[in-house]
């Protein structure tokens, strides 16, 4: 027995030396997940849960339509309803066959496939199921079709990674459209919409982003990418910065050799001026619907970037999954103690900072400091609002509808996969 004990006893050691590697300035990794539980506003995770409100599907569209120029996947009727996506678009040839990969929202069962001609006028209008075939129509119907726009993802990012936050998912909300330019062109503009975080004593309220293009190997496709001159997040070039150090540079090689937009190493100063006094102007920003002293409203800032892919399948089947948008924040007070902070798919990557320290699997829990909404409506909970709370079958928060709630889709990742649809009246900014 005594040889048992100090076997076990040698064990927890080891253990307790390995995972000192990845304590980060006074974090405390024991009783981490009872912590986690004991925050989190939904009682309970689903297990299999992958925080995804999209799928990656292709669709195959045939038929003949005369005077077809360009071919669009659209998310719901443009004759019927507003708010309807792009989520795929080719140019095309009157002769249509063509496989079309694209991301599909969990908040719609079917697609709609519109062939333009070179006026952008509606031609042909079909609807159909997503993924499989689509047999082209030559008809239309009635009436007169509302502006569709481009697909659009919105990340709201929690900042206080790896402890618990306050679970509004507004520390910093970002999103990505994509948008077809050219036979061989796709633009992707980001916009930045809000800043909610300024700090604790202990954590600097700094939080910088970047854009990985997953996959990619940089030394490949470091010229397929252009910042538009005309925009930039960098409103003060010559500030000292944090994440990204030395002279400034759109684009980097990750760790793993895949290409990195470097968007901002300052959220506050990206979205606004620097002081008169050389100071940044640390407010929540657009996360409070009545500003006061520590929180002011400023329009969102948006950045375009140009690929250019080597074909036109490449460029039609290019779709924003591809793209893994992430923040950077400090833990501590002082040193290079940086942790990045990714959507659920992508959490415990390091892409370019070794922040886990080869302790990543302590970290590899149901929780995520990030939400992806495919809705370009999507509005993001105020300040200190959960995102949505269900605790002893008791719905609240920002997304509070029964049947439609955050809550119950965190409980089930197979219902309510489209509570981002039901706002509550004043939760959301």
């Avoid at 062109?185 to 600097?204: E, R």
């Avoid at 969102?300 to 893994?324: C, G, I, M, P, Q």
């Amino acid at each position: 027995m005594k040889k048992n004990i100090t076997y076990t006893l040698l064990i927890i050691a080891a253990f307790t030396t390995a995972l000192s590697g990845c304590i980060r300035d006074k974090f405390k990794y024991y009783g981490y997940e009872d912590q986690l539980e004991g925050t989190f506003p939904v009682d309970q995770i689903d297990g299999s849960h992958t925080w995804l409100l999209t799928s990656v599907t292709n669709t195959f569209i045939k038929g003949n339509v005369n005077d077809a120029h360009k071919l669009l996947i659209l998310s719901g009727n443009p004759f019927d309803e507003s708010d309807v996506e792009i989520l795929a678009e080719s140019f095309t040839s009157s002769t249509i066959s063509k496989n079309m990969t694209y991301l599909a929202p969990s908040h719609i069962s079917s697609v709609y496939v519109a062939v333009l001609d070179r006026y952008g006028n509606y031609i042909s209008l079909t609807k159909g199921k997503i993924g499989g075939e689509i047999d082209l129509v030559n008809t239309l119907p009635s009436g007169t079709p509302k502006a569709v726009v481009p697909q659009k993802l919105v990340y709201g990012f929690e900042a206080n990674y790896p402890n618990p936050g306050d679970w509004d998912y507004n520390d910093l909300v970002l999103s990505l459209t994509k948008e077809l330019t050219g036979e061989t062109t796709v633009d992707v503009h980001v916009t930045l919409h809000a800043v909610g975080w300024i700090g604790t004593s202990s954590t600097p309220a700094q939080i910088g982003a970047a854009i990985r293009w997953v996959g990619s190997r940089y030394a490949l496709v470091k010229d397929q990418v252009e910042r538009n001159p005309k925009s930039t997040f960098m409103n003060a070039p010559e500030q000292p910065r944090k994440y990204f150090p030395g002279e400034w540079t759109d684009f980097q090689r990750s760790l793993n050799d895949e290409f990195v937009i470097n968007l901002f190493d300052d959220a506050h100063l990206a979205i606004y001026k620097l002081g008169e006094d050389g100071s940044v102007y640390r407010r929540y920003f657009n996360t409070v619907v009545d500003p006061s002293s520590t929180s002011a409203k400023q329009p969102a800032k948006t950045v375009t970037y140009t690929f250019t892919f080597d074909s036109e399948f490449e460029a039609r089947n290019f779709t924003l999954a591809e793209l893994d948008p992430f923040i950077m924040v400090q833990y501590g007070t002082d040193g290079d103690h940086f942790w990045e902070i990714h959507s659920f798919t992508y959490k415990l990557e390091e892409v370019l900072y070794k922040y886990y320290n080869g302790a990543a699997q302590s970290y590899n829990n149901g929780f995520s400091w990030a939400v992806v909404v495919p809705y370009s409506q999507y509005r993001y909970p105020v300040e200190e609002e959960a995102i949505g709370m269900y605790k002893n079958t008791i719905i609240s928060g920002a997304y509070q509808e029964r049947e439609h709630s955050f809550g119950e889709w965190i409980l089930d990742r197979t219902k309510a996969r489209d509570w981002y649809l039901y706002p509550a009246d004043g939760g959301v900014y």
